[in-house]
């Protein structure tokens, strides 16, 4: 393989797995008073084991998510980091006035691989609480794996410029990316609707379009919350979803319903929190322009540089 060339990326590099799934479930086991429910749950454990801990995480365009960074602009927390995932970095820094600042977190930023995870732990979990069929629980689960697959390795930041040179957002492409021959094989393999399953990725379908919503939001703040060293939700989330009481029919259509305000109220106030103190403060967007830029010059004097090069982690032949 030819290494000349700029880089997008490190194939090599993955963030620390930051979640502990034994604790998770401990955690979800204590949402459910009802006796009959807790065994529900533990079945259901056992009957998703294969498909959420074996299958999803050995396809390609899930693995590669332990090489995004979830934060927004966590991924170069320093010019060193910077360097480190994209080795051609040194050679355009000088010419980009904006510095690159950052906010301190007190541990490593988490990948995308760790949000949906979590995403798809806490939706398990939900998905008994309501009640619904394991072949529901299995399609809301894929839902949380695959809604982030269409990132491109920088994130946020990488989007910006593919999107700008007439590139599809990762939504769009997450919905392109489920034609690919592992992910047919596997669709099939758990008889996944796929038409649902992207109806739930792009909140189109009602009720699993709101969960889906929700517990996305719910899995960042739980996870980015503890990387500030401030976590909102000591326990993944599990308080949360004890305060969900059911779903109700409104206007013939099924809405998730909660036992009061409290519980949105928290979740809210914490994402605005985290969009105030970190996302969009200015040191983070004051970064976010120089890597925009940084990017936009590889692209503008690297003719071989293909933009499908922003969505892999692999080193550019």
């Known amino acids: 393989m030819d290494n000349e060339g700029p880089r997008f990326g490190n194939s ?3 963030y620390p797995e930051i979640i502990e799934i034994k604790k998770i479930k401990e955690c979800f086991e204590l949402i459910f008073v009802d006796q009959e429910q807790l065994k529900k749950y533990k079945e259901i454990l056992k009957e998703t084991r294969e498909m959420h ?12 998510l332990k090489s995004i960074s979830q934060v927004p ?33 007190l541990t490593p930023p988490h990948s995308r691989f ?8 806490i939706t398990r979990a939900l998905g008994v609480k309501l009640g619904r069929s394991l072949e529901d629980i299995r399609l809301m689960m894929c839902a949380a794996w695959f809604h982030d697959r269409g990132h491109s390795v920088f994130s946020h930041e990488g989007e910006h410029v593919i999107v700008n040179n007439g590139g599809l957002d990762h939504e769009s492409f997450g919905v392109v990316l489920l034609e690919e021959n592992d992910i047919t094989e596997f669709l099939e393999k758990y008889n996944i609707d796929k038409s649902r399953l992207i109806n739930i990725m792009q909140e189109k379908e009602i009720l699993f379009g709101e969960i889906q919503k929700i517990l996305d939001t719910l899995s960042y703040a739980v996870l980015d919350s503890s990387v500030r060293g401030k976590p909102v939700y000591d326990d993944y989330g599990a308080i949360f979803l004890q305060d969900v009481c059911g779903v109700e029919q409104y206007e013939g259509e099924e809405h998730i319903v909660f036992k009061s305000r409290e519980a949105v109220q928290k979740l809210m106030d914490a994402r605005s929190v985290l969009y105030a103190e970190w996302y969009l403060h200015h040191e983070n967007r004051i970064k976010q322009e120089a ?11 690297n003719s071989d540089i293909k933009m499908e090069d922003m969505r892999s982690t692999k080193i550019t032949e």
């Open 53 to 64: 801990e074996v299958d999803i995480p050995r396809l390609s365009w899930v693995a590669r």
């Open 12 to 14: 090599e590099y993955e």
């Open 73 to 105: 602009h966590g991924d170069a927390a320093s010019k060193e980091d910077l360097i480190q995932h994209i080795p051609d970095y040194g050679d355009f820094s000088d010419e980009i006035d904006v510095p690159v600042g950052s906010i301190s977190m």
């Open 291 to 301: 890597k925009q830029k940084l990017f936009k010059k590889l692209f503008d004097e």
């Open 114 to 121: 760790d949000h949906s995870h979590l995403f798809a732990e």
